[in-house]
């Protein structure tokens, strides 16, 4: 399975260096020396991390055959995708994998059902659920702790204690979207979550 771990920024320097927007919980592991990763746009790449270090708060990375800033500054905006075993989980129980919370529903304490998570979005500041309500509508809920109370797998479920205005709870409906799925395809396996990059409260 295929994760984005990363978005390559600008330039630095003129030796070849990029910024990155680190999409992963385990940068040590996914963007260490040595890692090759697949890339969007898949013409890019693979591209294999020769070295890497911290500069003011962000990652810096060289990629092998990649020795100037003109060559650097091609790869902006591409993505790094890293293979994962599907079964492979966070080494942090807190922690999540973008794949294990897309079509989580999403439930209040008292099992109000509010909709089903359908995108993972990662912004700088922090990461949000795009939920989509029964009657189609979206609402975004921020993934941090004060609003999402539990995931729990097993259950695939997500409770969330919402602030006032977060969410209108008016339009919440009891029954599990879920569950109304189960009697319409009985028996047939769930469709596989769409592979994005790693996360916690986000990418992993």
Same mark, same amino acid.
């Given at each position: 399975?295929?994760?984005?771990?990363? +978005?390559? %920024? +600008?330039?630095? %320097?003129?030796?070849?260096?990029?910024?990155?927007?680190?999409?992963?919980?385990?940068?040590?592991?996914?963007?260490?020396?040595?890692?090759?990763?697949?890339?969007? !746009?898949?013409?890019?790449?693979?591209?294999?991390?020769?070295?890497?270090?911290?500069?003011?708060?962000? $990652?810096?990375?060289?990629?092998? %055959?990649?020795?100037?800033?003109?060559?650097?500054?091609? $790869?902006?905006?591409?993505?790094?995708?890293?293979?994962?075993?599907?079964?492979?989980?966070?080494? #942090?129980? =807190?922690?999540?994998? #973008?794949?294990?919370?897309? &079509?989580?529903?999403?439930?209040?304490? &008292?099992?109000?059902?509010?909709?089903?998570?359908?995108? @993972?979005?990662?912004? !700088?500041?922090?990461?949000?659920? @795009?939920?989509? +309500?029964?009657?189609?509508?979206?609402?975004? @809920? !921020?993934?941090? =702790?004060?609003?999402?109370?539990? @995931? #729990?797998?097993? =259950?695939? +479920?997500?409770?969330?204690?919402?602030?006032?205005?977060?969410? #209108?709870?008016? =339009?919440?409906?009891?029954?599990?979207?879920?569950?109304?799925?189960?009697?319409?395809?009985?028996?047939?396996?769930?469709?596989?979550?769409?592979?994005?990059?790693? %996360?916690?409260?986000?990418?992993?």
């Amino acid at each position: 399975m295929q994760l984005v771990v990363a +978005r390559i %920024g +600008r330039a630095h %320097g003129i030796k070849g260096e990029v910024t990155v927007e680190v999409r992963t919980d385990e940068p040590e592991l996914r963007l260490g020396p040595g890692a090759v990763l697949a890339t969007e !746009p898949a013409h890019v790449g693979p591209l294999t991390i020769e070295t890497g270090r911290v500069h003011s708060g962000r $990652l810096l990375l060289r990629f092998e %055959g990649v020795r100037d800033r003109t060559a650097a500054e091609a $790869l902006r905006n591409t993505l790094l995708i890293s293979e994962v075993d599907p079964a492979e989980l966070p080494e #942090d129980p =807190e922690e999540f994998y #973008d794949h294990q919370l897309m &079509d989580l529903d999403v439930v209040l304490a &008292d099992g109000t059902e509010v909709g089903r998570i359908t995108e @993972i979005t990662h912004l !700088p500041s922090q990461d949000l659920f @795009i939920v989509e +309500r029964p009657d189609g509508s979206e609402v975004m @809920i !921020p993934f941090v =702790e004060e609003i999402v109370a539990e @995931i #729990d797998l097993e =259950e695939q +479920r997500a409770v969330i204690t919402p602030p006032p205005g977060l969410i #209108d709870e008016s =339009e919440a409906v009891i029954a599990s979207t879920r569950d109304e799925d189960a009697n319409v395809v009985d028996g047939s396996a769930d469709a596989g979550a769409d592979a994005a990059r790693d %996360g916690k409260k986000g990418d992993a």
